[in-house]
């Protein structure tokens, strides 16, 4: 991971714990406080914040509710992101009933899927026909899509999204995407994910015998 991309995913995590320190009622922060609650260090806080001019008071810290309004407008979190989602197997169907996304301020508007059986309204989203994305995405300028198909369709589906006019994919399949450089692609693959954890764990215990 660049550093660039470590930072943007930090900011991130700050914007999650002080969220979280809202709700539990703080109203000041101080760097090593929000350090701490992220896992990094004070300095590292402060770094990151020095990159995009946010600076705090020494003696009074950073007041959430404002360090909350300039991580939205660098993140572009100052309204609700709306996402589709692609496959409505065991994965996107877990991905539908995960409350977190809202959390967030990010919104699955709508999910895709082949077969007819599963085009249906899942709670309050509507799962719609694949012939249907090239006009969804269109009408309602979308950018980003959870693609969550099997590998054998992923490459196809990457595709129609990115004619559509899809310019961010959150990849599911196990499989590596093709797609031009103006589009990004984030390869999530639970599997190897699990395999790199245990790998390690077995490392860790060996080196400890």
Request: charged share 25%; glycine share 8%.
């Amino acid at each position: 991971m660049s550093e660039s991309k470590s930072c943007i995913f930090r900011l991130f995590r700050y914007r999650r714990c002080l969220r979280d320190l809202k709700e539990l009622g703080y109203v000041k922060v101080f760097s090593d406080n929000l350090g701490e609650a992220s896992g990094v260090t004070a300095a590292q806080v402060r770094k990151d914040f020095s990159l995009f001019g946010i600076t705090g008071n020494k003696k009074g810290g950073y007041i959430i509710d404002a360090l909350i309004d300039k991580l939205n407008y660098i993140l572009g979190k100052d309204e609700v992101q709306k996402v589709i989602l692609v496959g409505t197997g065991n994965l996107g169907s877990a991905l539908l009933r995960y409350k977190g996304f809202n959390k967030e301020d990010i919104q699955i508007s709508a999910a895709f899927d082949a077969d007819p059986a599963k085009q249906m309204k899942s709670g309050a989203i509507q799962i719609y026909p694949v012939k249907d994305i090239l006009d969804y995405v269109k009408i309602n300028r979308i950018r980003v899509a959870i693609l969550a198909v099997p590998s054998v369709v992923a490459q196809e589906s990457a595709e129609m999204l990115i004619a559509a006019g899809v310019r961010g994919i959150l990849n599911f399949a196990p499989v590596t995407l093709k797609v031009p450089e103006k589009v990004i692609v984030n390869n999530i693959n639970l599997a190897i994910e699990l395999e790199n954890v245990i790998y390690h764990v077995s490392v860790r215990e060996k080196n400890h015998r």
